[in-house]
């Protein structure tokens, strides 16, 4: 009888801390900044350094990119440099604090992340 009473104390203390208002907001991050901003599935996504080339096949592009345009640059922090080819992700997304490229494989693209379907980019 006494062993239960001690556990139920146990748990009933564990609970109580685990429910205190605050707790679990301190875990997360305070600075994590996300707006999803999709811009489409680009044919050829190109690492220039300075900024990302995104190149549509048709004119068409992409509304959140450069409608009407076969290539949008989109500008990013770094020192310019030849072009790295990171290739043609399903989608290409804007997530305030890193850069998302999904592609339909896991064999993703070697300049990105050889090997997973998602890629995230730091900005």
């Not at 811009?39 to 450069?66: I, M």
């Not at 949008?72 to 770094?78: D, F, L």
Request: with cysteine; charged share 20%.
């Amino acid at each position: 009888m006494r062993t239960s009473t001690i556990f139920f104390a146990l748990v009933s203390a564990a609970l109580a801390t685990a429910s205190t208002p605050g707790i679990a907001a301190e875990a997360e991050p305070r600075d994590l900044k996300k707006h999803e901003t999709s811009y489409g599935n680009p044919d050829l996504v190109t690492d220039q350094g300075n900024r990302f080339k995104l190149n549509f096949g048709s004119t068409q592009g992409h509304p959140n990119a450069c409608p009407g345009s076969y290539i949008c640059y989109i500008s990013k922090n770094g020192a310019p440099h030849n072009d790295v080819s990171l290739g043609n992700p399903d989608d290409f997304v804007d997530e305030g604090n890193r850069w998302r490229l999904n592609y339909g494989s896991p064999r993703g693209h070697p300049n990105a992340c050889d090997g997973h379907y998602i890629c995230y980019l730091p900005k």
